[in-house]
Every structure is written in C-alpha cells, then in structure tokens.
C-alpha cells in the first residue's frame, strides 16, 4: 500500500497522535482474546508513553507476560482491569498480590453481553451465570420462572482500542477469523474508538458483506507499522 493510499484516508493518524487523545483515568475497552486481534502498535505507544495513567482496561484478558496489555502492566499504566482470564499473565498476579492491581472478574460470556448492552445502549439485564458465587455477590438477585438470576450493569469506555485486518479510507472494517472476537462490540461501546489495521484499501474494495464494523463507528484508524504476520502470530519487526 501506497503512501498516496493511506493519505486518502481522513481518519488516518499515527499512533502517537492517537494515544494522546486518551486521558489520565480513562476506562479503555481493548480488544483481543489472548494475543489474538490484539491492537499492538496502539498498546506498546501508550506503554512508551507516561501522560495517560491509571487506566481501567476492560478486556478479556491483560496478554502475557510482556506481550500486549502486559506491557502496560510493566509501565505502570494500569489501575484496574475488568476481564475474564487474568492468570495466562504472571504479571498480572503478581501485581494483584502486591495490591498493585485491582482486578474484577466477569464470566466471558457476561462480558460479551456486557459490552454488547453497553453498545446498544441497555443499562443491563439478568443472567444465571454465577449466581450462588462469589462473583454474585452485591448484586441484585430476582427470580424468574422459578430460577435465580443476578443483574449485571452493562459495560461502556472512554477509548476502545481494537484490532481489524483491512479498513477502507473511509474507515469500515473487516476482520481476519478469530481475532475478529471482541473486537466488533467494542467498536459500538466507547466513546472514541481508535482501530488498528495492517491494511487501508480504497472504497469499494471490501465485499460489503464482509465488512463487519460500519465506517461511522470508527474515529481514528492507526496502521499497523511495528508488527508482521509470521507463521499466523504477530511478531515485532527488527528495527
């Protein structure tokens, strides 16, 4: 892709300029479930960067051990994280056992739903899913057909961070298999939203019925310069 390409695109920032439309306590949804769909370039300049601290990141997990959202832990980013699976980053206990963390854990499936309620503008609803648990605990509780159910508040952010194949210049997306996972409802439930991408091709290019995000819920589109495809994961370029 061309430089004449990306400059077509209105939407078109760097990832600095992106990261700095974030603030100081912000609630950041980020996509990507392990290090799969994982918006790296926008993750390790926010890491490089010290004006935008003590952040919430909702997402399903904080990567690993140095990889994705566990950068942000090592820079000291990081007030609390919402997710569901936190212990594939060791990091990640450790700063909770340190009380360096505050971490609040939601069933994947719950999150889902939270984040897809959030974007669709339902300020919650009822589920069986760890009713009778530790995870139920303080919330509201109805019964319905005879079956207990807890009330769940729906999840929004200030920022989403998320990770798509290809946008086009006016900004629709479309994404590569499974790293398309929470990616979608995330765009539907920030504030801003900021979307990494490994290509820009021009309108008209994408299959409509491949594009999956509408170009009206995207803000900003950061390319993906840092990072290449090597044997189906993402790697660091030499520099």
Not at 41 to 47: A, N, Q, V
Not at 134 to 147: M, P, Q, T, V, Y
Not at 181 to 210: C, K, Q, R, Y
Request: charged residues 25%; proline residues 2%.
């Amino acid at each position: 892709m061309g430089m004449k390409q990306q400059l077509r695109c209105e939407k078109l920032k760097t990832a600095q300029e992106a990261v700095e439309m974030i603030r100081e306590g912000d609630v950041l949804l980020v996509g990507g479930f392990g290090l799969c769909g994982t918006p790296f370039t926008l993750i390790d300049t926010i890491s490089e960067s010290n004006h935008a601290k003590n952040l919430t990141i909702i997402s399903n997990n904080l990567g690993e051990a140095g990889k994705g959202l566990g950068k942000l832990l090592i820079s000291k980013h990081i007030k609390k994280a919402t997710g569901s699976y936190f212990t594939s980053n060791r990091d990640a206990v450790k700063a909770w056992k340190a009380g360096e963390l505050e971490i609040e854990l939601i069933p994947q499936g719950t999150l889902a739903e939270a984040i897809r309620a959030g974007g669709a503008g339902i300020a919650g609803f009822y589920t069986k899913t760890a009713v009778g648990t530790k995870l139920a605990e303080d919330k509201e509780e109805r019964i319905f057909d005879g079956e207990r159910y807890i009330f769940i508040r729906s999840l929004k952010g200030n920022v989403a961070l998320i990770k798509a194949a290809k946008a086009d210049t006016l900004g629709n997306l479309v994404y590569s298999r499974t790293a398309r996972n929470f990616n979608p409802i995330m765009a539907t439930a920030a504030d801003l939203v900021i979307a990494e991408v490994d290509v820009i091709v021009e309108v008209g290019s994408l299959d409509p019925e491949h594009i999956v995000t509408p170009h009206s819920y995207v803000d900003v589109v950061v390319m993906n310069d840092r990072y290449e495809k090597v044997g189906g994961e993402y790697v660091e370029r030499k520099k």
